[in-house]
């Protein structure tokens, strides 16, 4: 059974700062890899979206590298800005033919100014 | 252009009532999946629509629930005699319905409350 587990569950981080959020997942067998971000009161956005194929994408200050053999991915958010606080969750699509996805708790995000 | 819109965005019931969510997908989108977020959780997989039926409702919790999408397009979430545990948002995605590669796009979601 497909696990995805978050560390760490919350992180506080002066204004301007780089961060790294990391994700793992326990069967290596997956299609992608997404990286969304929730919003208080709001639905779920996407933020970048790794095919099985590749090792990384990036979008802007946002960063998400994927290494399927060893169950990990981490998003890298590059001059970090309060308006990037926020709930990021990570999630995969199983190594089957479901479409469902499987997320993590995700990582509660706060940018102090 | 619109986005996928579910009502109510808030619902409080009580112990043993019945409750619909509606979901209103992105036009055009034939696979939609209802997802249910309990407070700091992810999202769990409850059900997945490709067009009018149930492709895998293997995450439905019990027969207390159960989905609908008559006509391929908007689609409800019905739940009886609601339990306290029952309480979370519940997520509402839709996407094209290509295959795995789709991107879901979610709604705001409708925060369900059983006192």
């Known amino acids: 059974k497909q696990e995805v587990t978050q560390i760490p569950a919350a992180l506080s981080v002066p204004e301007g700062e780089n961060l790294v959020l990391n994700c793992s997942f326990t069967?290596?067998?997956?299609?992608?890899l997404q990286w969304f971000r929730q919003d208080p009161g709001k639905g779920l956005t996407s933020l970048l979206l790794i095919q099985s194929s590749q090792r990384e994408q990036t979008s802007g200050r946002l960063n998400a590298s994927l290494d399927k053999s060893s169950g990990r991915s981490t998003l890298y958010i590059a001059a970090s800005q309060p308006g990037d606080s926020a709930t990021y969750l990570c999630?995969?699509?199983?190594?089957?033919?479901?479409?469902?996805?499987?997320f993590g708790k995700g990582t509660r995000l706060h940018i102090l100014p | 252009g619109a986005g996928v819109s579910q009502t109510p965005s808030n619902k409080v019931t009580e112990k043993g009532k019945y409750v619909e969510l509606r979901c209103d997908p992105i036009?055009?989108?034939?696979?939609l999946y209802w997802y249910r977020q309990s407070l700091g959780q992810g999202p769990e997989f409850l059900i997945y629509?490709?067009?009018?039926?149930?492709?895998?409702d293997s995450g439905l919790p019990n027969d207390r629930f159960f989905a609908v999408r008559p006509e391929g397009s908007v689609s409800t979430l019905k739940i009886q005699r609601t339990e306290r545990g029952d309480s979370a948002v519940y997520l509402c995605?839709?996407?094209?319905?290509?295959?795995?590669?789709?991107?879901?796009?979610f709604g705001p979601g409708t925060r369900l409350t059983v006192l």
């Open positions: 995605a839709s996407s094209l319905g290509q295959g795995i590669t789709d991107t879901q796009y």
């Open positions: 069967d290596s067998a997956i299609y992608n």
């Open positions: 999630a995969v699509r199983p190594g089957n033919r479901d479409d469902k996805i499987i």
């Open positions: 036009s055009g989108h034939t696979a």
């Open positions: 629509f490709q067009g009018t039926g149930a492709a895998d």
